[in-house]
């Protein structure tokens, strides 16, 4: 059965397997002590040695105190200040004697607590090492404080920091050491604060007179290359021009300013002449911001599929392959910005499936403008590659009739390849020159016509449209333009129940190719300008510089890289009112009674159809 224990027998109970024996603090250890139990690291010795210094110090004044109580010779003491202790300033040798004897009770409590103090010097309230309470040491610390305060208070007074009272200088008896020097450094910290502002100004004002170059300065600048002194002086004309009437050099007037900073920004971003002239005009005070917006590239975009996928389907699933992605934005449901990407965007197995496609953000404006609906009869007059063919065709549903028309065979070939690989089947393309397309078709609900333009709102896709592109190209674009509105707007039947509807559209941010080619064909044209259905964006010019255009154009829409984040983009929407082609002049605005009263009584009608 096993042994039995006797009742009787009391056996201790020792400690468990995993208890340990609590060690006395090592800092209650002497050296040798310390040395047998664990050895000390050079930090923990160098600690050691200093509070033992410190305990000798201690020991030492104790003695010169016991000494001179003994002799009966009562001087000036040093007292160390403590909490709830006042410190009395030293008197002379004629002091009363109640004052004596107070001074000896202050004497005779810090003998107590030094006395009850650990040699260490730590205490427990505050963890903190206490200094050394000799008479030599607290002096010292007397006359650092008092010269510390006497620099504070001069330099206070070259600056008129006389803030303190009387009152403030003798509540500063009753502070401890480390209160005065944080007092003492909020002291400093605000004359420094002071002389910052006072060189600030001083560096301003000398900076407000700016000095333009001279010719052969600026011929050594252009020698050398240093962009650096260039963007420095850009900068500073910047300045200048900002506050024209005070900062400006004295005979100098603000052409020169301007010659010299088309000519600094023409060096600096490698741009021609006429093309940084043109630009000024645009962006008067925010032409450093476009052209620095110009140097970095615009993000990728892409566009889901909606005829194969949803736009949150298609962000999980390229998540999971390592795509870094987020929304476009608001105003757009099925387009995505992509940050960063572990595997080619343009080749993923779902690209290939059709269920997206890469296109630019400012390219998504244009087809929401036009809005096409189901089962209507839509052309795309210049198509090419297709992004925007693809994006009608999705809105439509693969429903009604859609001719994507490009000039250039070849680029036509990519419309078809991309219509193949979307799984689009409503769209019929063509290669008809733009302007005979009239002669071709007729009796569009809605038509799009993405102008080939100069590029310059898309310099950071194709850098060389900074030098390429002067007033030749320019006007030569402009003409074009011209002959290809007239002949959208001509395709387009005014009599359509759901549409009558004309959407022009450039990448270009010229006025010359946007509100100056829309002001010929209100003229030319029965059309009208409507709102573009695009919530932001900015306003179209209605007076620039030498021109003067019909008042609808505001309702046309300008997007920069600068200010949205998107290529330089102008769209504006049209509405035909009639197929009639009127024989106007170039010069006849649309201003006439008659023509008035048939646009208030045409924009009535579409009010309430909408």
Not at 382 to 389: D, I, R, V
Not at 469 to 481: A, F, N, T, V
Not at 558 to 575: M, S
Request: proline content about 4%; some cysteine; hydrophobic content about 30%.
């Amino acid at each position: 059965m096993g042994r039995k224990r006797d009742a009787g027998e009391k056996v201790k109970s020792g400690p468990g397997r995993k208890a340990k024996k609590q060690q006395p603090p090592s800092r209650f250890l002497n050296e040798e002590e310390r040395d047998d139990k664990k050895k000390l690291s050079r930090r923990q010795k160098k600690r050691f040695k200093n509070r033992l210094e410190k305990a000798a110090a201690i020991a030492i004044a104790k003695e010169k105190i016991t000494e001179r109580d003994n002799g009966k010779e009562i001087k000036k003491r040093a007292t160390v200040p403590k909490v709830g202790i006042k410190r009395k300033i030293p008197h002379s040798d004629e002091d009363s004697a109640e004052e004596s004897s107070e001074e000896e009770i202050q004497a005779d409590e810090i003998e107590k607590k030094d006395d009850d103090a650990d040699i260490s010097g730590y205490t427990d309230d505050n963890k903190e090492w206490l200094k050394p309470t000799g008479k030599a040491s607290l002096m010292e610390e007397d006359a650092s404080d008092e010269s510390a305060n006497e620099d504070i208070e001069e330099m206070a007074d070259e600056f008129g920091d006389s803030d303190d009272s009387e009152e403030d200088k003798k509540d500063e008896d009753d502070l401890l050491p480390v209160e005065k020097a944080a007092k003492n450094l909020r002291k400093k910290q605000r004359v420094d604060r002071k002389l910052a502002e006072e060189d600030l100004k001083t560096n301003i004002a000398e900076s407000e007179t700016f000095v333009l170059p001279s010719g052969q300065e600026i011929e050594k600048d252009t020698q050398t290359q240093d962009l650096a002194i260039v963007q420095q002086r850009i900068k500073e004309i910047m300045f200048v021009l900002s506050d024209f009437k005070s900062r400006r050099e004295q005979g100098r007037g603000r052409k020169e300013y301007l010659s010299q900073l088309c000519k600094d920004l023409c060096t600096y971003y490698s741009y021609n002449e006429y093309l940084m002239e043109c630009l000024m005009q645009l962006f008067p005070l925010e032409i450093v911001e476009f052209l620095e917006a110009n140097e970095v590239q615009r993000p990728v975009t892409i566009r889901a599929n909606t005829l194969k996928t949803r736009r949150r389907d298609l962000a999980q699933v390229l998540i999971n392959r390592g795509v870094n992605l987020d929304p476009i934005g608001k105003w757009s449901k099925v387009g995505l910005v992509v940050y960063d990407s572990q595997v080619p965007i343009g080749a993923t197995p779902e690209y290939l499936a059709g269920h997206y496609i890469l296109q630019g953000g400012a390219s998504f404006l244009p087809v929401m403008a036009l809005a096409p609906q189901e089962n209507e009869r839509i052309l795309d007059m210049c198509a090419a590659p297709g992004g925007k063919t693809t994006y009608i065709a999705a809105l439509m549903r693969n429903t009604g009739m859609l001719f994507a028309n490009d000039a250039n065979k070849d680029r036509a070939k990519a419309i078809v390849g991309n219509l193949h690989r979307m799984g689009i089947t409503n769209t019929v393309v063509s290669e008809y020159d733009g302007k005979q397309f009239p002669k071709v078709m007729t009796g569009f609900d809605r038509v799009l016509i993405d102008a080939p333009c100069s590029g310059t709102g898309v310099v950071s896709k194709d850098p060389e449209v900074k030098v390429n592109k002067d007033e030749k190209d320019i006007l030569r674009c402009s003409h074009l333009q011209k002959e290809l509105l007239l002949a959208a707007i001509d395709c387009c039947d005014a009599k359509s129940k759901s549409g009558g509807y004309i959407v022009y559209s450039t990448c270009s941010i010229m006025v010359e190719e946007n509100e100056w080619v829309i002001d010929y064909a209100l003229r030319k044209r029965n059309v009208k300008l409507v709102p573009a259905g695009l919530d932001f964006g900015r306003e179209g010019f209605v007076n620039f510089g030498k021109y003067r255009f019909h008042p609808s154009l505001k309702l046309t829409r300008r997007f920069y890289p600068h200010t949205h984040n998107l290529d330089g983009f102008f769209v504006a929407k049209l509405k035909k009112f009639s197929n009639k082609i009127t024989g106007q002049t170039k010069d006849k605005p649309t201003t006439d009674k008659k023509d008035s009263e048939d646009t208030e009584v045409q924009t009535g009608k579409e009010a309430k159809h909408n």
